[in-house]
């Protein structure tokens, strides 16, 4: 699965050519050779007006009236701090609020609530000179058309603005194509947008076909790509040396590269992050009387056991020890437990398995896996449903108990 950046011009979508922008045109199926860029992020071409800068020709008293106006614009309108605003301030100064409130206007219309709006001004006050029609909601449609709904895009880039700044013709769309080379799907493409912006932002030449590669040379099955860079996509944009260290280092745990397991470590081994996490973990697993190997086959089973939150595991592994008096090793074989709601699945579950033995209709003998790791639907045909003569309060105690 060798992979290469296609073309811009592969992109079927032209939901944007509808409307030409002032001084140019949409060109994107144009040769490279006759194509202008016109979406290029620069202060020249996209915020003429209305801006002045700080100079030394600017009369002080016209200055400062300006600097007020957009302080208080920046309050007012866009809900900044004071101090906030004040700082913003620095990087732009306002003429009138013809060209901002075409912006916040363009915001508001596709969902951006007014905390979204404040916070995206606040990182990239500078957006609020681009030109709303032409520069801003080209983008906007286009991440749109590809499925991301309106609360997720509001949400993305008020997180990270930064999409906005870049190029739809040379940056968005061509690393959608590349995307879509990969993943097929336009809804792997929104998960992994979800996960991070930066999946558009990069130089995908640079490190992720390189790991892309890597793990193809090494015998990884493209749906574990998938998976890996749908879900977990900055694992596979980091570094390509250090991807190549980590993949390593899970084959010599033990990791089969044709098992998704292998992929999940990678994820779970990359970064300072998840590596503070995972040393983390193993610290309140041996807390818990687990051993070295109880924990390392713990993580061979589900790699994402390392990646618990502290409180997690001790809420459940305190269930299952002190109420359910299981031995606290006898978790490690069936890690994946450790990632059900206490509340929606586990204490339901075993309260109602707690009824059966002690009412003698089911033996002690019973495993974590099989309560826990069915649907809802088997599970109340198993174990409620079948046993609802006898005990026609065993829905009460269920229902009962999820609804606590």
């Given at each position: 699965?060798?992979?290469?950046?296609?073309?811009?011009?592969?992109?079927?979508?032209?939901?944007?050519?509808?409307?030409?922008?002032?001084?140019?045109?949409?060109?994107?199926?144009?040769?490279?050779?006759?194509?202008?860029?016109?979406?290029?992020f620069?202060?020249?071409?996209?915020?003429?007006?209305?801006?002045?800068?700080?100079?030394?020709?600017?009369?002080?008293d016209?200055?400062?009236?300006?600097?007020?106006?957009?302080?208080?614009?920046?309050i007012?309108s866009?809900?900044?701090?004071?101090?906030?605003?004040?700082?913003?301030?620095?990087?732009?100064?306002?003429?009138?609020?013809?060209?901002?409130n075409?912006?916040?206007?363009?915001?508001?219309?596709?969902?951006?609530?007014?905390?979204?709006?404040?916070?995206?001004?606040?990182k990239?006050?500078?957006?609020l000179?681009?030109?709303a029609?032409?520069?801003?909601?080209?983008?906007?449609?286009?991440?749109?058309?590809?499925?991301?709904?309106?609360?997720?895009?509001?949400r993305?880039?008020?997180?990270?603005?930064?999409i906005l700044?870049?190029?739809?013709?040379?940056?968005?769309?061509?690393?959608?194509?590349?995307?879509?080379?990969?993943?097929?799907?336009?809804?792997?493409?929104?998960?992994?947008?979800?996960?991070?912006?930066?999946?558009?932002?990069?130089?995908?030449?640079?490190?992720?076909?390189?790991?892309?590669?890597?793990?193809?040379e090494?015998?990884?099955?493209?749906?574990?790509?998938?998976?890996l860079?749908?879900?977990?996509?900055?694992?596979?944009?980091?570094?390509?040396?250090?991807?190549?260290?980590?993949?390593?280092?899970?084959?010599?745990?033990?990791?089969?590269?044709?098992k998704?397991?292998?992929?999940l470590?990678?994820?779970?081994?990359?970064?300072?992050?998840?590596?503070?996490?995972?040393?983390?973990?193993?610290?309140?697993?041996?807390r818990w009387?687990?051993?070295?190997?109880?924990?390392?086959?713990?993580?061979?089973?589900?790699?994402?056991?390392?990646?618990?939150?502290e409180?997690?595991?001790?809420?459940?592994?305190?269930?299952?020890?002190?109420?359910?008096?299981?031995a606290?090793?006898s978790?490690?074989?069936?890690?994946?437990?450790?990632?059900?709601s206490?509340?929606?699945?586990?204490?339901?579950?075993?309260?109602?398995?707690?009824?059966?033995v002690?009412?003698?209709?089911?033996?002690?003998?019973?495993?974590?896996?099989?309560?826990?790791?069915?649907?809802?639907?088997?599970?109340?045909?198993?174990?409620?449903?079948?046993?609802?003569?006898?005990?026609?309060?065993?829905?009460?105690?269920?229902?009962?108990?999820t609804?606590?």
């Amino acid at each position: 699965m060798a992979v290469a950046v296609p073309q811009a011009t592969s992109l079927t979508r032209l939901f944007f050519l509808t409307k030409p922008i002032p001084g140019g045109s949409f060109t994107t199926l144009l040769p490279k050779n006759h194509r202008k860029p016109i979406f290029v992020f620069s202060l020249q071409t996209q915020f003429s007006s209305p801006v002045t800068t700080l100079t030394s020709k600017t009369p002080k008293d016209e200055q400062q009236q300006k600097l007020s106006f957009t302080i208080n614009y920046l309050i007012d309108s866009c809900g900044l701090s004071p101090d906030s605003a004040t700082v913003a301030a620095r990087k732009l100064l306002l003429d009138s609020p013809e060209r901002p409130n075409t912006v916040l206007n363009l915001l508001r219309d596709h969902g951006f609530t007014t905390a979204q709006i404040s916070t995206l001004v606040k990182k990239r006050p500078v957006l609020l000179l681009a030109n709303a029609e032409s520069v801003l909601l080209p983008k906007l449609r286009f991440f749109l058309s590809i499925g991301v709904s309106k609360s997720l895009l509001a949400r993305t880039l008020a997180s990270d603005p930064t999409i906005l700044t870049r190029s739809l013709v040379n940056q968005l769309i061509p690393s959608y194509n590349f995307l879509k080379s990969v993943l097929d799907s336009d809804e792997k493409i929104v998960a992994a947008l979800r996960r991070t912006t930066w999946v558009f932002l990069e130089d995908h030449t640079k490190n992720l076909v390189p790991n892309i590669n890597y793990m193809t040379e090494t015998g990884v099955p493209e749906k574990c790509i998938k998976l890996l860079l749908t879900h977990f996509p900055e694992a596979v944009m980091q570094k390509s040396h250090e991807f190549q260290a980590i993949a390593k280092q899970a084959q010599e745990m033990g990791f089969n590269p044709q098992k998704s397991t292998f992929v999940l470590a990678i994820h779970a081994l990359s970064g300072k992050g998840n590596k503070s996490i995972w040393d983390k973990c193993f610290e309140v697993y041996q807390r818990w009387g687990w051993s070295e190997d109880d924990i390392m086959c713990a993580f061979k089973k589900h790699p994402h056991c390392m990646m618990l939150s502290e409180r997690k595991i001790n809420r459940t592994m305190e269930f299952f020890v002190n109420e359910m008096n299981l031995a606290p090793r006898s978790i490690a074989q069936c890690p994946v437990v450790l990632f059900f709601s206490l509340e929606k699945r586990i204490i339901p579950r075993c309260s109602v398995t707690k009824v059966l033995v002690s009412n003698g209709l089911v033996t002690e003998d019973w495993s974590l896996t099989s309560l826990l790791v069915p649907v809802e639907k088997v599970f109340l045909e198993k174990l409620v449903i079948k046993y609802e003569e006898e005990l026609p309060e065993l829905m009460d105690v269920y229902l009962g108990c999820t609804k606590l």
